[in-house]
């Protein structure tokens, strides 16, 4: 598995992140373990690339943190999107469907 | 039972200002956790201890480099923040401070008025003040303009040697240069209306040490001075009074008699008109003609580079001295900064008038901070509200100092703008009371011109630089007793719980 990581380009991240917190708050393992699974395996985050991009999104202000207590009872610092998360999650969605069906379009060609 | 945990409710309620040690820590307890969460599911999967920590920290890729780039962002974020609620609390204040102000218009109105008008007089106190004696001559490198004083003081000295036949030219070689001049009046007879203005003659030193360019024509020259020519140089007041600014006045040749040297020449050839600025020590300026080469004593010098003032002092004295004979030993010559002398009648009373406006303003602060003080009572309910809500001391006091902030600021706008009408209509009453022309022409009129450090005060332009550090103080003085009501804050009844 640790082989098949991509390498992401850092808009895709921010995508990524943003979507996974829509899941609901989480902690950055949350958001590395969501990602991995919900691409079934094929997406695995470097981990120093997660936590820079949640602390420039969270300097953004399109997260919020706050301190609590993992599931297993640790000191965790759970996410959130802020409303302006939420915009620019929507933004950024619709880029992302037009860019990657345009990309389809030419790809796809016969 | 486990303990609960106090640490992390700590986190939870710490305000966005955490110290930098503060940030590190967080971002390396949040960091340890991932990688701890990760190797206990790497466990889980069959892996020993050490092997599971060893791949966790490998899977995370650079640790050194992520932990420092969010130690960097986060302490951005915290900054940012910390100004975004200071600015969100202080929209908030001074939002209540107006619906306040608005709730009880006469008291506002009234504090506005007795503050407005004590921030005006000292304002414009303060202006006459530095026009006369802060402001610098108008003159190039003004500090180092002396005046040159035949006796100890500017007083009287009773017994004065007689300076007749002192050779002033060994004088004029101790200082870079100097300016001798003979008052006069002249008669322009020419035509349709006879004019009788004050001139003077004036030695070659006379152009540098004032930093005269004509406006149009020409300086004097050496030679003008050595064949003594008949050329004048004429005032723009004069030009435009008798010549209507016609530009071919120089050039023209005119009629003129002097009242003390009635034998010089009549027919004086105008060579150039002074610029609009300038400004002399003296209102002798409507015509000036080169002294013809005799030994008179300069009444300014300027002080060699680096030299100093008693220096240049024992050394004129010491020239002037050996040329004399029994002088009285109490007797010297002496040197007196020019803007100093200009100004050494009215400094007495500029000081004073200054200090009682300054005593006004604090008067004015003190009643302005009763009447704050007293409203306060009145207001020792909402208070109470504002305490019991959880209003903190610190931020109910703030919220009255942004309320004594708003007052201020508004009734030292109006103040600097009365002030500002006060000099445009009084001014000149005030230069012809004080019976000496301000330095450069003009008081300087409170414009809302940035501040600039009075070092760099050579232009004419006429700035409010030394206002506004008065209004500016004024502001914190009251800030400081409208302080006051924080106290009693402090001192409002607590309610046993």
């Given at each position: 598995?640790a082989?098949?990581?991509?390498?992401?380009?850092?808009?895709?991240?921010?995508?990524?992140?943003?979507k996974?917190?829509?899941?609901?708050?989480?902690?950055?393992?949350?958001?590395?373990?969501?990602?991995?699974q919900?691409?079934?395996?094929?997406?695995?985050?470097?981990?120093?690339a997660?936590?820079?991009?949640?602390?420039?999104?969270?300097?953004?202000?399109?997260?919020?943190?706050?301190?609590?207590?993992?599931?297993n009872?640790?000191?965790?610092?759970?996410?959130?999107?802020?409303?302006?998360?939420?915009?620019?999650?929507?933004?950024a969605?619709?880029?992302?469907?037009?860019?990657?069906?345009?990309?389809e379009?030419l790809?796809?060609?016969? | 039972?486990?303990?609960?945990?106090f640490?992390?409710?700590?986190?939870?309620?710490?305000?966005?200002?955490?110290k930098?040690?503060?940030?590190?820590?967080?971002?390396?307890?949040?960091?340890e956790?991932?990688?701890?969460?990760?190797a206990?599911?790497?466990?889980?999967?069959?892996?020993?201890r050490?092997?599971?920590?060893?791949?966790?920290?490998?899977?995370?890729?650079?640790?050194?480099?992520?932990?420092q780039y969010?130690?960097?962002?986060?302490?951005?974020?915290?900054?940012?923040?910390?100004?975004?609620?200071?600015?969100?609390?202080?929209?908030?204040?001074?939002?209540?401070?107006?619906?306040?102000?608005?709730?009880?218009?006469?008291?506002?109105?009234?504090?506005?008025a007795?503050?407005?008008?004590?921030?005006?007089?000292?304002?414009?106190?303060?202006?006459?003040?530095?026009?006369?004696?802060?402001?610098?001559?108008?003159?190039?490198?003004?500090?180092?303009?002396?005046?040159?004083?035949?006796?100890?003081?500017l007083?009287?000295?009773?017994?004065?040697?007689?300076?007749?036949?002192?050779?002033?030219?060994?004088?004029?070689?101790?200082?870079?240069?100097?300016?001798?001049?003979?008052?006069?009046?002249?008669?322009?007879?020419?035509?349709?209306?006879?004019?009788?203005?004050?001139?003077?003659?004036?030695?070659?030193?006379?152009?540098?040490?004032?930093?005269?360019?004509?406006?149009?024509?020409?300086?004097?020259?050496?030679?003008?001075?050595?064949?003594?020519?008949?050329?004048?140089?004429?005032s723009?007041?004069?030009?435009?009074?008798?010549?209507?600014?016609?530009?071919?006045?120089?050039?023209?040749?005119?009629?003129?008699?002097?009242?003390?040297?009635?034998?010089?020449?009549?027919?004086?050839t105008?060579?150039?008109?002074?610029?609009?600025?300038?400004?002399?020590?003296?209102?002798?300026?409507?015509?000036l003609?080169?002294?013809?080469?005799?030994?008179?004593?300069?009444?300014?010098?300027?002080?060699?580079?680096?030299?100093?003032?008693?220096?240049?002092?024992?050394?004129?004295?010491?020239?002037?001295?050996?040329?004399?004979?029994?002088?009285?030993?109490?007797?010297?010559?002496?040197?007196?900064?020019?803007s100093?002398?200009?100004?050494?009648?009215?400094?007495?009373?500029?000081?004073?008038?200054s200090?009682?406006?300054?005593?006004?303003?604090?008067?004015?602060c003190?009643?302005?901070?009763?009447?704050?003080?007293?409203?306060?009572?009145?207001?020792?309910?909402?208070l109470?509200?504002?305490?019991?809500?959880?209003?903190?001391?610190?931020?109910?006091?703030?919220?009255?100092?942004?309320?004594?902030?708003?007052?201020?600021?508004?009734?030292?706008?109006?103040?600097?703008?009365?002030?500002?009408?006060?000099?445009?209509?009084?001014?000149?009453?005030?230069?012809?009371?004080?019976?000496?022309?301000?330095?450069?022409?003009?008081?300087?009129?409170?414009?809302?011109?940035?501040?600039?450090?009075?070092?760099?005060?050579?232009?004419?332009?006429?700035?409010?630089?030394?206002?506004?550090?008065?209004?500016?103080?004024?502001?914190?003085l009251?800030?400081?007793?409208?302080?006051?009501?924080?106290?009693?804050?402090?001192?409002?009844?607590?309610?046993?719980?």
């Open positions: 598995m082989d098949s990581r991509l390498e992401l380009l850092q808009g895709t991240l921010d995508l990524l992140v943003l996974a917190l829509t899941w609901g708050p989480m902690h950055g393992y949350g958001v590395s373990v969501l990602i991995h919900q691409t079934d395996g094929e997406i695995t985050v470097v981990d120093a997660l936590y820079k991009a949640l602390y420039r999104l969270e300097h953004d202000n399109l997260l919020a943190s706050t301190w609590g207590v993992s599931e009872n640790r000191k965790a610092k759970f996410y959130r999107l802020t409303p302006e998360g939420r915009k620019r999650l929507r933004d969605l619709a880029d992302w469907r037009r860019y990657s069906s345009a990309v379009k790809v796809g060609a016969t | 039972m486990k303990m609960p945990d640490n992390g409710l700590r986190r939870y309620v710490t305000l966005p200002g955490r930098r040690a503060r940030i590190v820590r967080d971002v390396d307890s949040e960091l956790t991932h990688l701890a969460m990760r206990e599911a790497l466990e889980r999967q069959g892996a020993t050490d092997d599971a920590r060893a791949q966790a920290l490998r899977e995370f890729g650079d640790l050194a480099d992520a932990r969010c130690v960097e962002v986060s302490r951005r974020t915290d900054r940012r923040a910390k100004w975004r609620d200071w600015l969100s609390d202080a929209r908030l204040d001074a939002g209540h401070a107006v619906r306040l102000m608005r709730r009880s218009p006469a008291f506002s109105a009234a504090t506005i007795v503050f407005a008008a004590a921030i005006a007089a000292s304002t414009a106190a303060n202006s006459v003040l530095r026009a006369y004696l802060i402001r610098p001559l108008p003159f190039p490198e003004a500090d180092r303009l002396m005046s040159i004083v035949p006796g100890p003081s007083a009287v000295f009773p017994r004065s040697p007689s300076l007749q036949h002192v050779d002033w030219k060994r004088v004029d070689s101790l200082f870079e240069v100097t300016a001798a001049w003979d008052l006069d009046g002249f008669t322009l007879p020419d035509g349709s209306r006879p004019d009788y203005i004050d001139g003077a003659w004036v030695s070659p030193g006379f152009s540098k040490t004032m930093g005269i360019t004509p406006a149009i024509g020409r300086d004097f020259t050496a030679d003008d001075f050595a064949k003594h020519a008949p050329v004048a140089l004429i723009d007041a004069l030009w435009e009074r008798r010549y209507g600014r016609d530009p071919r006045i120089v050039g023209t040749t005119v009629t003129m008699a002097s009242t003390d040297r009635p034998r010089e020449q009549t027919r004086v105008i060579v150039g008109v002074l610029p609009r600025t300038f400004w002399h020590l003296n209102r002798f300026t409507d015509l003609r080169p002294l013809p080469d005799e030994s008179r004593m300069p009444s300014l010098a300027r002080l060699q580079r680096g030299m100093s003032m008693a220096e240049g002092e024992a050394k004129l004295d010491a020239v002037v001295r050996a040329q004399l004979s029994g002088v009285d030993p109490g007797w010297r010559m002496s040197l007196m900064s020019a100093e002398e200009h100004a050494a009648n009215i400094r007495p009373i500029l000081v004073a008038i200090g009682a406006a300054l005593l006004m303003l604090l008067a004015a003190g009643s302005v901070a009763g009447g704050l003080v007293g409203r306060m009572v009145s207001r020792r309910q909402e109470a509200i504002r305490t019991a809500l959880g209003g903190t001391s610190g931020r109910i006091g703030r919220q009255l100092l942004t309320e004594s902030v708003i007052l201020a600021t508004i009734a030292g706008t109006i103040g600097v703008v009365a002030a500002r009408a006060l000099l445009v209509a009084i001014g000149p009453l005030i230069e012809r009371q004080l019976g000496a022309t301000v330095p450069g022409g003009e008081i300087p009129k409170v414009e809302v011109v940035p501040p600039t450090p009075p070092a760099l005060d050579r232009s004419r332009v006429h700035h409010p630089s030394f206002t506004f550090p008065f209004s500016s103080a004024s502001l914190f009251t800030r400081t007793f409208a302080n006051v009501p924080r106290v009693i804050t402090r001192s409002l009844p607590r309610r046993e719980p």
